[in-house]
């Protein structure tokens, strides 16, 4: 017999289940080049702007954690909400967001982008560095991707720093703005998310 | 057993000690502290100034740069070089002021070889030699790296998004600060005028415009409060500036993202 000891066997069990953990985990870096090569692809295809938008929404699904960004931008505000209110804002935001998201990204054409770097910053989040290839029409930008890594199995983004201007942090500016313009009624921004998409 | 034991022991530590290395805090982001609040102290008028602008860049503006980006990329490539070349006779005091001496010098060498070489700055000679990125710099910049409050934010007729302390930045170019102001102002020569100052400050605007017209018609049309980006977008920018390193790392304050959990 191969494991002629139970604590050999005990052992062996530990490492083994130490390791899996390295075996199906993503690196957030890989994880952000297979995204990018996907959506590049979608972009350089031959459909019509509303069927890329389509397709979009369905990687920005995979891949975005669309409700860690959604409490994010909410601010101290999220800790008031009622759960029906709560519910209400997921369901706006998520529309919110992926028509925003989608309509951003269907302008480009075939974008080329490099990831070359990531640094890890604790056990939940890497960003990971990447350069937008420069065009004649526009130059190389850089752009950094907030990765989510608490499930190494499942890392997601959860903020694009375009030169070194946070997209999150702009849209929980955006919403303490309209919040604060409302005295911090909720429903003026459920009013206001749900105008925009329809 | 006992080379079994000790051969799963330190297998055990390195796995963990692999895993380990990924999970300790990185160095960099314990330095980002919460932003300060900028005060939108006239929120109000700042709005109106806002709406204002809005109007004249789609009267103005927008077309104008629209017919700009229209002239061949040689052309505006061109222009632009030399406006950026300008802006180093600010970048470089600034330098000094920040004590950022080499760059100061690197800099003064980039605009001597492309005024001259480059033929007033037309072509970036400086780049093809491999200088290092230019990063613009101003007094606005200086002021907050010497730990002047940034004060409120306000938003000027025609000039945009700012804050007392960069609005106070752009008066020390006309007391004094900007060379080729008092060149163009005060020089007793027959190629600087004022107008020329003025035509070039108008080109920069346009040039600027120009290369960000997708960019400005898409935050426009995805934006809920389109003057809350543009405002989060400057102080952001200025931020990044004025903290001269790592734009992303360093500048980023992790205390809001750790209470999100949604996996």
Redesign the interface.
């Known amino acids: 017999m191969f494991f002629r000891k139970p604590l050999t066997f005990v052992i062996f069990l530990i490492i083994f289940f130490s390791n899996i953990n390295k075996v199906y985990s993503i690196e957030a870096d890989v994880f952000v080049q297979s995204t990018v090569n996907r959506a590049s692809k979608l972009l350089s295809e031959n459909i019509t702007k509303e069927q890329k938008i389509e397709e979009l929404k369905v990687i920005a699904k995979e891949t975005v954690d669309i409700i860690g960004i959604g409490f994010y931008s909410l601010g101290a505000k999220r800790k008031e909400l009622s759960d029906d209110e709560e519910k209400k804002y997921f369901i706006l935001f998520e529309k919110y967001f992926l028509i925003s998201f989608s309509s951003r990204l269907s302008e480009y054409t075939n974008p080329e982008i490099d990831v070359n770097n990531k640094e890890v910053l604790n056990s939940n989040y890497t960003i990971v560095n990447s350069i937008l290839k420069g065009t004649s029409e526009r130059p190389e930008i850089m752009i950094d991707w907030r990765i989510y890594t608490k499930d190494p199995e499942s890392p997601m983004i959860r903020d694009l720093i375009i030169e070194g201007l946070s997209l999150a942090r702009t849209q929980k500016e955006e919403f303490a703005s309209i919040l604060d313009s409302n005295d911090g009624d909720i429903k003026a921004l459920f009013k206001i998310l749900e105008e925009f998409s329809n | 057993?006992k080379k079994?034991?000790i051969t799963?022991?330190v297998?055990?530590m390195i796995?963990?000690s692999?895993?380990a290395d990924?999970?300790?805090?990185?160095t960099?982001?314990k330095k980002a502290k919460k932003p300060v609040v900028i005060k939108d102290c006239f929120e109000g008028l700042n709005r109106a100034t806002f709406s204002l602008n809005e109007g004249l860049d789609k009267v103005i503006f927008k077309p104008v740069a629209q017919g700009y980006k229209k002239l061949p990329?040689s052309f505006r490539t061109g222009t632009s070089n030399v406006l950026v070349n300008i802006s180093s006779l600010i970048t470089i005091p600034n330098n000094v002021l920040q004590g950022q001496f080499k760059m100061a010098g690197i800099n003064t060498g980039r605009f001597v070889v492309n005024t001259t070489v480059g033929i007033l700055g037309i072509f970036d000679v400086a780049e093809k030699m491999d200088f290092p990125e230019y990063e613009k710099e101003d007094y606005g910049q200086t002021f907050g790296v010497w730990g002047l409050d940034a004060g409120c934010y306000i938003v000027l007729p025609v000039l945009g998004p700012s804050t007392v302390r960069d609005t106070l930045g752009s008066f020390a170019n006309v007391l004094g600060g900007d060379p080729y102001y008092n060149a163009s102002t005060h020089g007793n020569n027959e190629y600087l005028s004022k107008s020329l100052y003025m035509k070039t400050k108008i080109a920069s605007g346009i040039d600027f415009r120009a290369?960000n017209l997708?960019s400005i018609d898409?935050l426009q049309?995805?934006?809920?409060?389109f003057?809350?980006?543009v405002?989060?977008?400057y102080l952001?920018?200025r931020q990044?500036k004025i903290a001269n390193t790592n734009?992303?790392?360093e500048?980023?304050y992790?205390g809001?993202?750790?209470e999100?959990?949604?996996?």
């Open positions: 057993m079994i034991l799963s022991l297998s055990l796995v963990s692999a895993i990924t999970d300790g805090n990185n960099l982001s990329a290369k997708d898409n049309k995805n934006s809920l409060d003057y809350a980006s405002k989060s977008l952001q920018d990044q734009p992303t790392i500048i980023m992790e809001d993202w750790e999100i959990e949604s996996q």
